[in-house]
């Protein structure tokens, strides 16, 4: 069987882990493209593209941006399959038409998300139940979908997976281990206090990882779902057409 090969829009500013939980999480050759320093492809001869999360918002005046969110729309148009995760959702969110904005409460921590009765059967959230476990950092959320998405789940905190056509964006991490998810926490006592984050750490356990781990096997769905499309046997979404 042919390997499939994606490109990583590596948006995470030289943090190792993220190439670390991406190239353990997918099975695909990964061509990894460091857009913060204005790498990006010279083509789209990929089976698949996933945008990584990031300390950046989509709206921030970086010129390194909006070049970005432009491949991600090429991409869409040319029905490649694209999966973007917490700061690749909004990307995608973005380059769709979509709005994405700050928020009034930061979300850290391991937190349930909802599927909503209409997504049951998407191709992405295969696997997973009704409610799920996932890990979230992210000040900044989806508040306007774009006009052909279609909503997949979401907590009290906003929008956390749609699909528009070949298209997955999840708000959530499903590719943190529980050494990413401590750094992560750790990382946010300037912004948050150490009461919330320590809080937070306390609910990094075992336990809870476990629980998230769930959420990995989208990246099995995506994959399988990238091969059927590249074996031409995947038409996309009637719904989100």
Same mark, same amino acid.
């Given at each position: 069987?042919?390997?499939?090969?994606?490109?990583?829009?590596?948006?995470?500013?030289?943090?190792?882990?993220?190439?670390?939980?991406?190239?353990?999480?997918?099975?695909?050759?990964?061509?990894?493209?460091?857009?913060?320093?204005?790498?990006?492809?010279?083509?789209?001869?990929?089976?698949?593209?996933?945008?990584? %999360?990031?300390?950046?918002?989509?709206?921030? /005046?970086? @010129?390194?941006?909006?070049? &970005?969110? #432009?491949?991600? +729309? *090429?991409?869409?148009?040319?029905?490649?399959?694209?999966?973007?995760?917490?700061?690749?959702?909004?990307?995608?969110?973005?380059?769709?038409?979509?709005?994405?904005?700050?928020?009034?409460?930061?979300?850290?921590?391991?937190?349930?998300?909802?599927?909503?009765?209409?997504?049951?059967?998407?191709?992405?959230?295969?696997?997973?139940?009704?409610?799920?476990?996932?890990?979230?950092?992210?000040?900044?959320?989806?508040?306007?979908?774009?006009?052909?998405?279609?909503?997949?789940?979401?907590?009290?905190?906003?929008?956390?997976?749609?699909?528009?056509?070949?298209?997955? %964006?999840?708000?959530?991490?499903?590719?943190? /281990?529980? @050494?990413?998810?401590?750094? &992560?926490? #750790?990382?946010? +006592? *300037?912004?948050?206090?150490?009461?919330?984050?320590?809080?937070?750490?306390?609910?990094?356990?075992?336990?809870?990882?476990?629980?998230?781990?769930?959420?990995?096997?989208?990246?099995?769905?995506?994959?399988?779902?990238?091969?059927?499309?590249?074996?031409?046997?995947?038409?996309?979404?009637?719904?989100?057409?």
């Amino acid at each position: 069987m042919t390997r499939l090969r994606f490109v990583l829009l590596n948006a995470a500013h030289g943090d190792e882990s993220t190439t670390r939980n991406f190239r353990r999480e997918l099975d695909a050759d990964l061509v990894e493209f460091h857009v913060t320093d204005g790498e990006l492809p010279d083509h789209y001869e990929f089976d698949g593209v996933v945008i990584t %999360g990031s300390r950046a918002s989509v709206y921030w /005046d970086k @010129a390194w941006i909006p070049p &970005v969110v #432009d491949y991600v +729309r *090429e991409a869409h148009e040319r029905d490649i399959p694209i999966l973007g995760v917490c700061y690749g959702h909004q990307v995608l969110a973005e380059a769709l038409g979509g709005r994405v904005a700050g928020m009034d409460e930061f979300e850290l921590g391991y937190n349930e998300v909802q599927r909503r009765p209409e997504a049951s059967d998407d191709e992405l959230l295969d696997g997973l139940g009704e409610e799920f476990t996932v890990f979230t950092t992210h000040g900044d959320a989806v508040v306007d979908l774009p006009a052909e998405a279609e909503l997949l789940a979401e907590n009290e905190f906003g929008v956390h997976a749609f699909r528009a056509g070949h298209a997955w %964006g999840v708000q959530f991490h499903p590719e943190y /281990d529980i @050494a990413t998810a401590r750094d &992560v926490a #750790d990382g946010k +006592r *300037e912004d948050l206090g150490d009461e919330r984050v320590d809080a937070v750490l306390d609910d990094v356990t075992p336990a809870n990882y476990e629980r998230a781990c769930a959420a990995k096997r989208l990246f099995e769905n995506f994959t399988q779902y990238a091969r059927r499309v590249a074996a031409g046997t995947e038409q996309g979404s009637e719904a989100s057409a």
